[in-house]
């Protein structure tokens, strides 16, 4: 086989040394036999067309020469999907990075084999399924030898993505150019130019010779960076990707380059001594950096850095090309999942996995997806906290107590009267109903309880209308604690919402909440028990209260009612929240049927039976208090936000997190 030896970065000495393609760093591979073949008339002399269904290589007809062009870009274009321009959701949550390493052993002299580079492509424009792509990454060595005949073979197979105008980047490797940026004209650079990437709708510009480009583009509902850094960066490649770093100060940023790291075979990863300079010279005092792709080394792995910040820089190298047909031009898949604050990852070959399955070989059903622990993998990444010192998320603004009284509201409690953070909640409180019907809150103190049980918070959640709430710092056994209930007068308290309802609280169970201690606390529920109530039957317990919103020990949500229309009781099931994570809660009945949701979206165990209404027994709301046979039994561990009951059923987009 025709490749060059391997070799170490500088500095790899104590770990195990990486692979990559070529004996020289400094330049491409083979100049003399690239001279050699050039004086013997050997180059272009033909090209080879694919076929693996016997497992080798079909030669080209005869007439197939370098003067020919083989590489249609409409037939590329084939199955791309849909015949209008590329168009990712800009606004999803979840979008796709596509990352493609060294595809040199593709486009090696007279050995020219396109077919896996075309279908990486096509998968990008159409990869058939929920990936949202919104970018491609090639990261450099396109070709073996960076001769012109080479560029002339794989330049072709891009303009499948010009056409659509799709958003992606190539950049130039060790073996497609030598020295650093200051070069000069090359085939590269004749190939992929300023000129070609302004085609892309997320093209920003390029340095000024050429070699270094930066990319903006939508995606997650917010504009990112991505920088494509030239194999060696010159003293002026160096000020002029810092510079465009400070033009875009709020923008996370990608850097792409062909080397920055190599791993051992475990997959840790280490800076090469070029690597050191990078982070040096560019990354490190460069909050916004939060991921760097490499290819030119082998075997993939990664390590994670802390910057100047003291923020993690997730550093990844990926290189198949010595793997079998060079690679097949693998992909790896970056998908961002910013609800989950997780970046999934993949590696697969979409030529091999388009191939029919009569066409697949022993070593190519090897190379279809990678899911070894380098190449399959999620990066757990909270991107509000991590992009906070240069592009903080301004919290919601509150919204006047007044545009939360909807149609048919009867009672809304807010925290956020302004009293100190941490400052104790006064016995003799009255949080006022701000619907003004009177139905007012009073504190009530379990005697003996130490401390202050019952305090201010300025703590709330994102989406609450009153940036403010109550922590409560209740328990069960032994009993201790204060809560809320509403005064004997309060109209709420006879009311039983025959037509539907919805009552709506936001919540926060902190990180110490303990089920031995707290389990089956009540955030809301009406005093009274079931057994006085004449309810009977089924589920029924004689000495649980008639209305409840509870947590179980697995802090699952309960809803447990006993309505008008039944003797036992009905039951809505939430499932296990997280802890030290505020979340909001809406219950609502349309005069038969009763759904959960949490955060506005509907859970599961909703049942199907119909209730009607809500049993009263005139007694007092409780607000962090939960009776049992008859007396307190249970106070709330955690914080309270606003909380809403209204008479009627509410839609989601009518919720207070809304």
Known sequence: MDHEHDTAPDGCAGHDCPRTADFDSAGPAATGRRAFLRTTGLLGAGVATLGLGSGVLAPAPASASAASDPYDVTTVAEGTGSGGRWRPDTESPRFTLVVMPDTQYLFDQDRIHPAPLEASLRYVLDPGDDQNIVFLAHLGDVTQNGLAEEYAAAGPVFEVLDQKNAAYSVIAGNHD?????????????????????????????????GYNHYHVFRAGGREWLLLGLDWRLSPAGFAWANSVLAAHPSLPAIVTTHEIAYADDSGQAYLSSYGQQLWDGLIKDNDQIFLTLNGHYWPPGSTTLQNTAGNDVHVHITNYQNRYYGGAAMIRTYRFDTDRDTVDVATFSPWIRDLAEDDVNKLASQEIDLTGAVDYFSIPLDFVQRFAKFAPVPPRPPRPAGQMLVRGTLAYWRFDSGNADGSAVADNVVVKDLTGLGNDLVKTTVPGSPGTPLTWSSAFHPDQPGHGSLYFAGQGNPLQGAY?????????????????????????????????????????????????????????????????????????????????????????????????????????NDGTLTKMYVDGCELVRNPSTPAVGLTTLLHSWLLGGYEYAGTINQIFHGYIGDVRVVNRPLKTSQFMNA
């Open 177 to 209: 150019v030598s020295g650093d940026d200051q070069r000069g004209a090359t085939p590269y650079l004749d190939t992929f130019n300023p000129a070609r990437f302004a085609h892309s709708p997320a093209y920003g510009g390029s340095s000024p010779d």
């Open 484 to 588: 809320l209930q509403t005064v004997p007068s309060a109209p709420l308290n006879a009311e039983t919402f025959e037509r539907g309802y919805t009552f709506e609280a936001f919540f926060k169970l902190p990180a110490d909440w303990d089920s031995s201690q707290n389990a089956w606390t009540a955030m809301l529920s009406r005093w009274g028990m079931s057994g006085e109530a004449g309810k009977h039957g089924g589920a029924t317990d004689p000495q649980e209260p008639i209305v409840t919103l509870s947590l179980s020990g697995d802090r699952e949500l309960q809803w447990c009612v006993y309505p008008l229309d039944r003797t036992d009781s009905s039951t809505n099931w939430g499932h296990e929240l997280p802890l030290d994570a505020w979340w909001h809660v809406a219950v609502v």
